[in-house]
């Protein structure tokens, strides 16, 4: 997994100006930070709270960082229960082509 976080690195590093894949890529990145047991995670810009920061702190050199927007989507409250549902009834729908 290692290798993989490596190659993702390289790519988020020769992307960094393509939005579309740099986001992607953010992403991927922290599943496999986390998952290798870095210190990574996203928190809130304190000087600009429409910004979110992805965190990752590399073993023996430090952190790097990577900005994006916050999502333009709000929460509508639903709860565990209520998401459950949400996702049984997607995936049915996804299975009968309704989707």
């Known amino acids: 997994m290692q ?5 993702v690195l390289k790519e988020l590093h020769y992307n960094s100006l393509d939005r579309g894949k740099r986001y992607i890529l953010i992403f991927e ?5 986390i998952y290798l047991g870095y210190e990574a995670g996203i928190t809130q810009d304190n000087e600009n709270s429409d910004v979110l920061i992805a965190i990752f702190e590399l073993p023996d050199v430090g952190q790097i960082t990577y900005h994006f927007p916050k999502s333009k989507l709000c929460w509508d ?5 209520e998401r459950y549902k949400r996702i049984n009834k997607f995936l049915r729908e996804v299975e009968n082509n309704v989707i």
């Open 3 to 7: 290798e993989k976080f490596n190659l």
């Open 29 to 33: 990145l922290l599943y496999i930070a």
């Open 77 to 81: 409250g639903a709860d565990n229960k």
